[in-house]
């Protein structure tokens, strides 16, 4: 009995030593209750994957319209607005400034925005085997104001962890960047309200 | 102990598949939906023709379902013309609203190739497909229902690496069986209610 209470108690221990979740800001001030509509805006990227920041876009997208907390604009229609106000690149997002932030909230009927960033979207060799590694940066912005309500950042790496039996290993960037995305959003909203 | 080795076997035996994510943002359109246009999805991948191949495979498998009614896909490409949308990410409100009185149809599917690549595992090439789709209203220019799924060649293999596929055109093929499902009977529900 008392070897599976301390296995189990290592075990745990090594779970622990090998997570750590998404790092999340939340302005004190910061009421985000009144929002209805985010927009999202296409995310920069620094990673090799020129695509990274759609990619992550997209995943985002479904994220916080599966937490059921606002919802989001077409992300067509932002992209298109986006054009419209001479803002948009393809290929890869844009830093806003304020005064282009209230238009476009203006535009879009949208009380926030989300405006993010993919520093790292890439597989990274492990002997005969590769794994992958994302790394996401998210700010919540208020359209009005141009204060940045909130914000949460994460790296999430794939291989082998410390379960035995590979359970739990993520294989693929897919799989990663859902999983890096889904946890940032559950921990914004999560803190938020 | 038997218990914990039946399990090990089982999972072994079986493989270990992802169900789809998927979220029903608004119940009431999403039941009027039977109409649909499918339009071309945006390639976020390498893979040249991935976009083309896919859109085709979800056209057979929403008519095999039986629970939607396609557009002609060539009605679909005039009323594209006619909006002058030359990027299929940048389809705005009043192109999916054009669908809807053109075409008849009370939503759009639209979609991205996330994933449509190899990995490396024990040095061998395994294939790995990522979509994500919204359905979006014609009426309200709204998303009423996301999903996403990413698969790879290995989540169906079992003991000494049978089940292990090495097509991605065939795990692209059982991603969008799933979505599909997933999307028929999220919405079938709905609307049979």
Not at chain 1, 54 to 75: C, H, Q, R, W, Y
Not at chain 1, 156 to 182: D, I, N, R, W, Y
Request: overall charge positive; charged content about 25%; some cysteine.
């Amino acid at each position: 009995m008392k070897i599976i209470g301390i296995s189990s108690g290592l075990l745990a221990m090594l779970l622990l030593v090998g997570c750590s979740g998404p790092r999340t800001y939340i302005h004190p001030q910061a009421d985000i209750s009144y929002v209805k509509m985010v927009a999202v805006v296409p995310f920069t990227s620094s990673a090799r994957d020129r695509q990274a920041g759609s990619k992550i876009t997209e995943l985002v997208i479904n994220e916080l319209l599966m937490a059921g907390k606002f919802d989001v604009v077409e992300p067509g229609e932002v992209k298109k607005a986006m054009q419209e106000m001479g803002l948009y690149k393809r290929g890869n997002g844009v830093d806003i400034d304020n005064a282009s932030l209230k238009k476009l909230g203006e535009a879009l009927k949208a009380q926030a925005v989300i405006i993010g960033d993919v520093r790292e979207y890439d597989m990274i060799r492990a002997g005969q085997d590769s794994y992958p590694v994302v790394s996401v940066t998210l700010r919540l912005v208020d359209t009005d104001s141009g204060r940045i309500a909130g914000m949460v950042s994460h790296t999430g790496k794939g291989g082998p962890g410390p379960l035995f039996f590979s359970f739990g290993e993520t294989h693929t960037l897919s799989q990663m960047a859902e999983k890096v995305c889904s946890q940032m959003v559950g921990s914004l909203i999560g803190k938020a309200y | 102990m038997r218990y914990l080795v039946s399990g090990i076997l089982v999972v072994a035996l079986v493989g270990c598949v992802a169900s789809p994510r998927s979220y029903l943002v608004d119940s009431k359109e999403a039941g009027s939906a039977i109409q649909l246009a499918l339009l071309p999805f945006e390639n976020l991948t390498e893979e040249k023709d991935a976009a083309r191949g896919v859109a085709t495979m979800f056209l057979v498998e929403l008519l095999r379902s039986g629970r939607f009614k396609l557009a002609e896909p060539a009605l679909v490409a005039k009323v594209m013309q006619g909006s002058k949308v030359r990027d299929v990410g940048m389809v705005g409100s009043d192109t999916i609203r054009a669908m809807g009185s053109e075409l008849k149809v009370q939503a759009v599917l639209l979609g991205a190739i996330v994933e449509y690549s190899y990995r490396k595992q024990e040095g061998k090439e395994v294939p790995v497909v990522g979509i994500s789709v919204r359905l979006v209203s014609t009426r309200t220019g709204k998303i009423i229902w996301v999903g996403s799924q990413f698969r790879d060649g290995s989540d169906k293999e079992t003991i000494f690496g049978f089940g292990r596929e090495t097509s991605p055109a065939r795990i692209a093929q059982r991603v969008v069986n799933d979505l599909v499902n997933r999307m028929s009977d999220e919405i079938g529900h709905v609307g049979s209610e």
